[in-house]
């Protein structure tokens, strides 16, 4: 008979064992599968995935309201975008929100970092968003703190940034690639939702 060996992770602090079955939601994660809805059904089909992350991140009471508001939304037949934008804007414009561990600090403050970046540099600069990715992070970082490459690309992704390859002076490069126009109509929409 053969005996398990393997140990169960410790916490260092307490020495006490440490549960695989806690569940740790992703900011990334969660901004993807509420940009994945396409209507009441898919967003039926992940409401018990939203409610847990706005459970795990929440109070009682806001959890409680959010669970409220979002089924008076759903009943009263509200469009889709608008669901969607109330639910991101609600997630990371709420002063009830508390963010569990660093790794979810720095993910909410880099998306916010970009927006106002971009902002800043391409829309009130009246430029255009067509810049190879390397170019794109080596700027970024020379004013913010230092995040790694993939952060930043997926943080991009949250914001609904196209990322694509081209090939520029016959080299194949990651490369943002969005209009001004594009980038404006991205930020306002988030925008006006928050003031919603």
């Known amino acids: 008979m053969e005996q398990n060996n393997s140990q169960k992770p410790k916490c260092p602090t307490c020495n006490r064992t440490i549960s695989k079955n806690m569940e740790r939601y992703s900011i990334t994660e969660f901004y993807r599968k509420v940009k994945k809805i396409t209507d009441i059904n898919s967003l039926n089909a992940i409401k018990d995935y939203i409610l847990r992350v706005i459970k795990y ?5 806001a959890f409680n309201n959010f669970t409220y508001e979002l089924n008076n939304n759903i009943e009263e037949e509200q469009d889709i975008c608008s669901i969607k934008k109330w639910i991101l804007s609600y997630f990371m414009n709420s002063p009830s929100l508390k963010l569990r561990g660093l790794a979810h600090q720095r993910t909410a403050s880099l998306i916010k970092q970009l927006e106002e970046y971009i902002v800043t540099d391409y829309i009130n600069n009246d430029k255009d968003l067509y810049v190879p990715f390397s170019r794109f992070y080596e700027d970024f970082c020379t004013s913010k ?4 490459k993939h952060s930043i690309s997926r943080a991009l992704k949250v914001l609904d940034i196209n990322i694509a390859t081209k090939k520029i002076e016959n ?6 690639y969005n209009s001004k126009e594009e980038v404006q109509i ?11």
Do not use: H, I
């Open 186 to 196: 991205l930020f306002n929409n988030f925008n006006n939702s928050e003031n919603e």
């Open 171 to 176: 080299k194949t490069q990651t490369c943002l």
């Open 145 to 148: 703190t230092k995040y790694s």
């Open 57 to 61: 991140y929440y109070s009682q009471d």
